[in-house]
């Protein structure tokens, strides 16, 4: 078994006792998809979690990279998402097999919904969100997935599906790095046992130039990229960073072999609230008004190796 299941400071241990490794890989559509880049973190840095979504538009590119990397299936966590296009009780299920079938898997690790809004015009918001939480209940009764989560959902979000539904979200994916730090939902999370994971955790690239950011790393000798997701990882936080280029996926997973010390925790803790990379305020219009999934890849460019 990898290294990351048994080594306890490289994964969380969820509610339902799965554990998943704390440093994962984007592969959002935005900055494009690198094969040779989610080859290389597989086979040569010990990724061995995969972060992505029937939205980006590379489930079957993944798919590709994870058989040409020859990390066998069981020792990956493969997390997808459910686009909100996609909600209801019969539809979920279908989307679920879709993103099955194109990451070329009989399971997945990781179900969740991308976001707690749901299409215009689809009644009561309620009701969908609970026929469509039933229906990922279902998949993990018949073991299709083994934990199911939810993205982007505020406290009020989850406050109905725990009042609705039978099974607590396993985890809660939400934007997360020094310069947007929901405390008040971490710490919901925490008292529901919902393991709260972050999202662009280099603030898309923003992060990188912050000063206190770019002083720990020189005074650690470290990059800003390596600081910011240690800052996750020593506050339990699961993150995903993404990167085109093999050598920033290396750097970023070089995170296990130094400390933060207590007064950069602090500080960087501490940063006035300034960034917010995805706009909740354009979401629903990205519904009611679908651009098709993967919008942003610029195909032209992917290039998979035979
Ligand atoms: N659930 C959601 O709604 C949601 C929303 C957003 C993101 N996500 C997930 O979170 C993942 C990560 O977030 P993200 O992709 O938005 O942003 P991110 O990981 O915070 O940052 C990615 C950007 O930083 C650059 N970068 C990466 N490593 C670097 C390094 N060591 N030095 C300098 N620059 C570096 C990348 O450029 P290069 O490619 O040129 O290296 C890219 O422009 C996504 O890929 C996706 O899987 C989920």
Not at 114 to 128: A, N
Request: charged share 25%; with cysteine.
């Amino acid at each position: 078994m990898a290294d990351v299941y048994t080594n306890p400071e490289k994964h969380v241990v969820l509610s339902n006792n799965v554990k998943l490794p704390i440093l994962g890989l984007g592969t959002s559509h935005d900055g494009g998809y690198s094969h040779e880049a989610v080859v290389w973190a597989l086979r040569e840095c010990g990724y061995r979690h995969i972060d992505t979504a029937k939205r980006y538009g590379c489930e079957t590119y993944i798919a590709q990279a994870v058989k040409a990397s020859g990390i066998p299936r069981e020792d990956i966590f493969l997390t997808t998402k459910c686009w909100p296009a996609d909600y209801g009780a019969d539809t979920t299920r279908k989307a679920f097999i879709g993103s099955c079938q194109r990451l070329d898997t009989e399971y997945l690790d990781m179900y969740l919904l991308h976001w707690p809004e749901v299409p215009s015009g689809s009644g009561d918001k309620r009701q969908m969100l609970r026929d469509t939480w039933r229906a990922l209940e279902v998949l993990l009764d018949e073991e299709r997935v083994r934990v199911i989560g939810v993205s982007n959902f505020l406290e009020q979000h989850l406050d109905d599906i725990i009042e609705d539904c039978s099974i607590t979200p396993h985890l809660n994916q939400c934007e997360f790095h020094p310069f947007n730090n929901p405390k008040h939902l971490r710490q919901y999370c925490k008292d529901r046992s919902i393991q709260f994971e972050g999202y662009s955790p280099l603030a898309k690239g923003r992060g990188l130039r912050g000063p206190q950011v770019v002083s720990v790393a020189r005074q650690l000798g470290r990059t800003p990229a390596q600081v910011l997701i240690r800052w996750s990882l020593q506050n339990n936080v699961p993150c995903v960073p993404k990167s085109t280029k093999p050598e920033r996926v290396k750097e970023n997973s070089q995170v296990f072999d130094f400390v933060l010390r207590k007064e950069d925790m602090t500080s960087l803790d501490n940063m006035k609230q300034t960034v917010t990379c995805v706009n909740r305020a354009t979401i629903q219009d990205k519904i009611d008004n679908p651009l098709p999934d993967g919008y942003k890849l610029n195909l032209s460019k992917v290039t998979v190796e035979p």
